[in-house]
């Protein structure tokens, strides 16, 4: 049975964005975002398209869709890196390696003719979206916009020539066991100056936040491995996208001397309600959806945690810690994951395992030389 690699024009996004679900069906644990999201991602109107570029390929076994792939030029990373780095991303195929390795082949010529002489990924498009392949944790569904992938995904991407690049781990953390008594007379302290304090968002001033969170975001992180910084479009965009879900738990902000320093973000894991939607929201989705958005909830994710650069060396993070898990006691959470971090990030690794979080999935970013 022959395989054919086929490029896909923007007509055939929606194959594209299918082939996962179809791919997935019924496995227990996979979780699809809303396809309506997706495609929102990937149309060049997006403003990440602004300074990237793609191709999205299929394969196909005997006309039957067998994997997909897309190969990516993201101009700002580079520029912002000073490297000539091409990416892959929304990797899913069958247990198949003629398929994949058809698939990367045809990805890896794109990325040459663009003058590209390696490729990392997965990257969906970048790090500022889903990002990386689970490497460990298969006994459990994905946490909201973290990927899942079958075990049998790193041998897959290996077997086309790839190597681990960065590793990238996920915490859980037990809200019930609250935050250590030991460390309390570190916040209590650090908070002696009176200058710094914690704030939850106003849901009536979220405009003001998410200024506050676009002042906060690239700063934070501008040194960080594979960080690029986000434009003011997609700045803008993430918080359209962030602006229906957020209350004033999932958002709040250290400030010192009234500055906003730090923030932290997190989500209940919507993933829970999402596995019941299917990918879509219809008259046969909406109510076993709503039922678990409302009833199936026990836990979410903190997205991110950020100190901005002249603010490092304070201990803000354990304030906002200290606050994400006050927040998801009020929330009736059971635990909460904290991802993802970088494997040799050791002081933001060690704080979170100084509160008691332990690593229960990792992720792996792959690279290879073209």
């Not at 490297?83 to 058809?102: L, R, S, T, W, Y």
């Not at 916040?187 to 001033?205: F, M, P, Q, S, Y």
């Not at 991802?339 to 704080?351: A, C």
């Amino acid at each position: 049975m022959s395989i054919e690699i086929k490029e896909l024009a923007e007509s055939e996004l929606g194959s594209f964005i299918d082939f996962p679900f179809a791919l997935f069906r019924d496995h227990p644990y996979w979780v699809g975002e809303l396809k309506k999201d997706t495609l929102h991602l990937l149309e060049l109107g997006h403003p990440f398209w602004r300074h990237g570029e793609r191709k999205l390929f299929m394969a196909y076994r005997s006309g039957r869709p067998a994997g997909r792939l897309a190969a990516i030029v993201n101009s700002a990373h580079n520029s912002f890196h000073g490297e000539n780095c091409g990416f892959f991303g929304f990797f899913d195929c069958e247990e198949d390696k003629e398929a994949a390795a058809g698939l990367f082949a045809a990805a890896e010529k794109y990325l040459r003719a663009k003058g590209m002489d390696k490729v990392r990924g997965p990257m969906n498009p970048s790090t500022n979206e889903t990002c990386g392949m689970l490497l460990e944790g298969f006994d459990s569904p994905p946490m909201i916009m973290m990927p899942y992938n079958p075990p049998y995904y790193a041998g897959l991407i290996e077997a086309a020539g790839f190597t681990k690049a960065k590793d990238l781990l996920a915490f859980r953390m037990e809200v019930a066991a609250g935050f250590p008594d030991r460390l309390e007379k570190i916040i209590t302290r650090l908070g002696r100056g009176g200058n710094i304090t914690v704030d939850l968002v106003e849901i009536k001033k979220l405009d003001a936040a998410i200024a506050d969170l676009k002042d906060v975001y690239n700063s934070a992180w501008e040194k960080n491995w594979g960080f690029v910084p986000m434009t003011e479009e997609e700045l803008d965009d993430l918080g359209q996208a962030l602006r229906p879900m957020l209350k004033p738990d999932y958002l709040f902000f250290a400030r010192v001397d009234g500055k906003p320093a730090a923030f932290c973000l997190m989500l209940p894991d919507f993933n829970v309600p999402l596995k019941a939607a299917r990918g879509s929201l219809n008259p046969l989705t909406i109510l076993p959806f709503l039922h678990k958005m409302m009833f199936k909830i026990r836990a979410g994710r903190m997205l991110t945690l950020g100190v901005k650069k002249e603010f490092r060396g304070r201990g803000l993070e354990m304030f906002l810690i200290k606050k994400a898990i006050e927040s998801g006691k009020k929330m009736g959470w059971e635990y909460g994951e904290m991802s993802w971090t970088l494997e040799d990030n050791t002081i933001i690794n060690n704080t979170i395992e100084s509160i008691g979080g332990r690593v229960y999935k990792k992720y792996r970013i792959f690279e290879k030389t073209l």
